[in-house]
């Protein structure tokens, strides 16, 4: 045991004495969840739009009004031909351009009808449908102040609940995935760097002829990281609940109690890739190409898995943060009890159980 | 240029030595752009429905045949209660509940009036949003066919009405691949450069072999072009596989020149292994490099448009952009592929990323020094 308690005081001396990783290993999601809660949003705000007025009357003018009033838009007024709305398109100096027809107001008072082009650069799909929608919408609300007299008859009306989410907030999706992401990147990624790291500079033969068992060896070197994931957790969640007003609606020992679980998991997956590799880098890349890659893409986080085709659908099963992020949307947002989550906790234990089985069964004690 | 010429085949001998390394990096683009592009949609279809119906009239059963006929909606319920539906939405079995109320058909032709519920599970802010949209033009739809049925024709076509044409330039088809793909390859050069050469400099420092390259009469400039060199190959090297297999997965290729697309990439390149390098040199573990590394990655990454336009971010973080080198490559890759940009439409791009490089490779010639 004392053996134990020097080897994870070794370890420790190691992480604090690199004070720029531990920096970044502390500030990491602190500028994460900064950066997903305030500077990414789906909000549109300022696009940049032209318009090719042919017909210069009251309406036309009226409608721009109403445009530029909306904060959505901004509108260039360098730009005043097809010529220069196809250049402007081409440098990315505009999203949108809207062309009036010539005699606007003529025509949609005598022919009771009259047309407006909207042009999106589609370049990005659903920014150029987000953009269209606003903008036609801004134009249908001025028809219909317009038409006040002629109310429509037989009008379905439809009522709107946003459940849990009622502000449509980003942080609620980014703190989950966050979450799953930071504790499998400090737990998996650094643990198996640190054991090969050993294994590369010829220090782990000394370790392993030391008196101390082989897998203390490994424990002492995974502890340090388990302590910083903690540490990590708390910045998190204090963080979200403080900064990014996001509430923990279910009961915080579940939620810190599935998290020791996922953190278990993650450090003995970090442990099987640290026993089929040699050096750092490849640990690195394993750990980059197999880890955070599907973490990010097929975890649920960043993209909706039902979207997905269905191979993709089924290899989302085997990614551990999938489950993870369920269970913390769950508790923490939906506030819902073990009896709904059990099952993903299982699965996290039972991938847990077999990555040590693996790493037992791999783990060579003469190099 | 013989000192070089060693010192850069032992670059690319240490680079091929490691299969497992070289397989990585070939099989990353490959991965990627198989995955992403497939993963990365948010292009939403199957919105799991579920269904109160408290009306069960011919007009509810149509409108719900509509939800089921549009493409967008997958019905995986009939709920009695609202708070039945609810649950289904807490058990993640529906995204979105309609609640139609009784009386609905009749308070529709006899009152002129009636509502609908919708109720979406929130918690992605985007889904949720989309859904209520598809939702919405839906009943408006079918509100307008029962408005036709009821009300004469000459009637509703008195009232002036503007017309709006829509259309998309660029990508016609609306297709989400054609928006992320470019992206990815920007994102695959970036990754492998940036991560590689990040950690050139500090392996050989903490292998150790740098104090014996540092006794030799190896000239600075000889030594940072040697680390330089062979990853500005490879990242090429990785461009061209993901251009060739974007063609043949997705059928994508630029609209613009492939030179263009080369020359900057190359530019880009020099700029992003310098920044590698100067990350080397400052570090002094690999452990400690791969972390300022992934750090720098994150936020290049997420501030750089990838998934999230930098149009709608807040001023302060659009300023960052700015000094973000992938943004360039991701915003030049789109309009080359996407918009068939030429060399003068992305005169600032080159402008920007050859500054980047001289900054950053001056740091790194500048800090690196042959002590240690």
């Known amino acids: 045991m004392k053996q134990l308690i020097t080897f994870i005081q ?4 190691h992480i604090l004495r690199d004070t720029r990783s531990m920096l970044v290993l502390i500030g990491l999601p602190i500028v994460q969840l900064l950066i997903f809660g305030f500077a990414i949003t789906t909000e549109v705000r300022n696009a940049n739009i032209a318009i090719l007025d042919n017909s210069k009357d009251e309406i036309t003018q009226n409608i721009i009004t109403k445009i530029e009033s909306s904060q959505y838009f901004n509108i260039d007024r360098t730009i005043k031909s097809n010529e220069q709305i196809e250049k402007a398109f081409k440098s990315g100096k505009i999203k949108l351009a809207i062309v009036f027809q010539a005699n606007f107001q003529n025509e949609l008072s005598h022919s009771n009808k009259a047309q407006l082009q909207i042009i999106a650069d589609a370049t990005d799909p659903n920014q150029a449908t987000t953009l269209t929608n606003y903008l036609s919408s801004i134009v249908v609300d001025y028809q219909n102040e317009m038409n006040q007299q002629n109310k429509l008859p037989y009008a379905i009306k439809t009522e709107m609940r946003m459940l849990y989410n009622p502000q449509l907030k980003g942080a609620y999706t980014s703190v989950p995935g966050v979450m799953g992401m930071i504790l499998l990147l400090i737990s998996a990624m650094m643990t198996s760097i640190a054991i090969v790291r050993e294994k590369e500079l010829g220090t782990m033969e000394i370790l392993l002829v030391s008196p101390i068992k082989p897998w203390l060896v490994v424990i002492s070197k995974v502890i340090p990281y388990f302590i910083i994931s903690l540490i990590n957790v708390a910045t998190i969640l204090i963080l979200s609940v403080f900064v990014l007003g996001l509430p923990i609606e279910g009961s915080l020992f579940l939620l810190i109690g599935s998290t020791i679980i996922y953190i278990f998991c993650a450090l003995s997956l970090g442990i099987l890739i640290s026993t089929i590799t040699e050096t750092q880098q490849a640990a690195m890349l394993i750990s980059l190409l197999g880890l955070m890659l599907p973490v990010v893409m097929l975890s649920g986080y960043a993209f909706p898995i039902a979207n997905m085709p269905t191979i993709l659908q089924v290899l989302s099963n085997l990614v551990p943060a999938k489950w993870y992020i369920i269970i913390v949307k769950s508790v923490m947002i939906k506030g819902i009890g073990i009896e709904q989550i059990w099952k993903e906790l299982l699965i996290l234990l039972t991938m847990t159980g077999t990555f040590l089985l693996i790493s037992i069964k791999r783990f060579k004690i003469r190099l | 240029m013989r000192t070089l010429k060693f010192l850069l085949r032992k670059e690319f001998l240490q680079i091929f030595r490691d299969k497992l390394i070289l397989r990585m990096i070939f099989a990353l683009p490959i991965i990627q752009l198989i995955l992403l592009p497939y993963a990365a949609t948010y292009e939403i279809k199957n919105i799991t429905l579920s269904v109160v119906d408290h009306d069960h009239s011919e007009y509810s059963r149509t409108l719900i045949n509509k939800f089921t006929s549009s493409g967008y909606f997958k019905l995986v319920d009939y709920s009695r209660t609202y708070n039945n539906a609810l649950d289904q939405v807490e058990k993640d079995k529906a995204d979105l509940i309609v609640e139609i109320p009784e009386g609905f058909e009749r308070d529709l032709i006899r009152e002129s009036e009636t509502k609908i519920l919708l109720a979406a599970n929130a918690i992605s802010g985007q889904t949720a949003g989309l ?11 079918f509100n307008n066919h029962v408005r036709t049925q009821w009300i004469q024709q000459p009637r509703l076509n008195a009232i002036p009405a503007i017309e709006i044409t829509s259309s998309n330039w660029f990508n016609p088809q609306m297709n989400y691949k054609k928006f992320i793909v470019p992206g ?11 991560l590689m050469s990040s950690l050139n400099i500090v392996k050989e420092k903490e292998v150790g072999t740098i104090e014996q390259l540092n006794v030799s009469p190896i000239k600075k400039y000889q030594f940072i072009l040697s680390k330089l060199i062979p990853f500005w190959v ?9 251009f060739i297999i974007s063609f043949i997965i997705y059928g994508i290729y630029p609209a613009g020149s492939f030179w263009v697309g080369f020359l900057f990439a190359g530019i880009y390149l020099i700029a992003l292994l310098g920044f590698g390098l100067l990350t080397s040199i400052y570090a002094d573990t690999q452990q400690q490099a791969m972390f300022i590394a992934y750090f720098f990655m994150l936020i290049f990454i997420l501030l750089g448009g990838l998934f999230s336009p930098i149009e709608n971010m807040p001023d302060w973080a659009q300023y960052l952009t700015y000094v973000n080198p992938v943004r360039y490559l991701i915003e030049a890759m789109r309009m080359l592929v996407l918009k068939g940009s030429s060399f003068w439409d992305l005169r600032y791009h080159f402008l920007v990323v050859i500054g980047f490089g001289i900054v950053f490779n001056g740091l790194a010639i500048w800090n690196y020094k042959k002590t240690i």
């Open chain 2, 234 to 242: 490879l990242g090429l090297v990785v461009l061209t596989i993901g």
């Open chain 2, 184 to 194: 990815v390859l920007a994102l695959l050069v970036t990754l492998v450069g940036f």
């Open chain 1, 10 to 13: 070794k370890e420790f001396h």
């Open chain 2, 131 to 141: 859904a209520v949209a598809y939702a919405n033009s839906i009943i408006k739809d």
